[in-house]
């Protein structure tokens, strides 16, 4: 199995910044992407940025400028600056990772860390 541990979240005023980190561990043999993911109560889980194996990146058009994602093996960042409260949301992280040579590839998701932007 996978595991997924995300730091970073919080509080901030509108216009600050944040930086979220996740960690995957596990019986990981390969990941394809990883990203991050953010949802509010009644609200559809919303992609928010995403990184494949070969560093290609995808913002959602609400983030781009102001949010970056990068990697780091199996460890998954995503600086957020300009926030606006409109970013207030949990955030979820995404692993889509392969345990086993003859596993397909499968979705893993983090616990979810709030951040919120006070305006």
């Known amino acids: 199995q996978v595991q997924l541990v995300e730091s970073g979240g919080g509080l901030v005023q509108a216009g600050g910044s944040l930086r979220l980190s996740c960690a995957a561990s596990g019986s990981i043999l390969s990941i394809s992407a990883m990203g991050w993911y953010r949802q509010n109560p009644g609200q559809q889980r919303e992609m928010v940025a995403r990184i494949d194996s070969g560093s290609k990146t995808a913002y959602a058009d609400s983030v781009k400028g102001r949010f970056t994602i990068s990697r780091d093996k199996y460890t998954v960042y995503l600086q957020m600056s300009s926030l606006k409260a409109e970013d207030t949301a949990v955030y979820y992280c995404?692993?889509?990772?392969?345990?086993?040579?003859?596993?397909?590839?499968?979705?893993?998701w983090g616990q979810g860390t709030q951040v919120t932007v006070s305006s």
């Open positions: 995404n692993v889509v990772a392969q345990i086993y040579a003859w596993a397909p590839f499968s979705n893993y």
